[in-house]
């Protein structure tokens, strides 16, 4: 596989763990317990488990500096009896904080990257999420807006 230099390289950990014990309030607890612990992402696949019961695989992204929390906090958290963890390399593009000018009287937070050389700016989720209320619309409206 080729990669371009305009790529960042690091490494992650990713933990695994199938869970089929927990009800949807406790399960979703110990999703936002695991990410205040430091873990990067966190992802729940639903599916189907031993004896028909419904369950998924829980599966965390963190970094090496918080392995040892993020971990304890899964087993904390959800009561699994296993944990897989393997290391993996990572690509990511480079990005820098920006802000972009949505009217004459507000800025938002954004990110600013580019693509293969076309340059790009998302504003932050959360600035959306503020601005839009201030305008008592939804936020998929703020994306979408005409100017």
């Known amino acids: 596989m080729e990669t371009r230099d305009e790529y960042l390289r690091d490494e992650v950990f990713v933990l695994e763990a199938h869970i089929d014990h927990l009800t949807g309030e406790e399960l979703g607890h110990a999703l936002e317990r695991i990410m205040e612990e430091g873990a990067l992402d966190v992802l729940w696949l639903p599916g189907i488990m031993k004896k ?27 009561h699994s009896l296993g944990l897989r963890t393997t290391l993996v390399e ?26 293969e050389g076309i340059p790009f ?19 998929v409206g703020m994306r979408l807006r005409r100017r």
């Open 121 to 139: 700016i998302r504003p932050e989720h959360e600035a959306l999420a503020v601005a839009a209320k201030k305008r008592r619309m939804g936020v």
């Open 90 to 115: 990572r690509l990511t593009l480079p990005r820098q904080a920006e802000s972009v000018r949505i009217d004459d009287k507000e800025t938002l937070a954004a990110k600013a990257y580019s693509v």
């Open 52 to 78: 028909g019961r419904p369950g998924g695989l829980l599966r965390v992204m963190c970094g090496p500096e918080t392995l040892e929390s993020v971990q304890a906090s899964v087993f904390r958290h959800t």
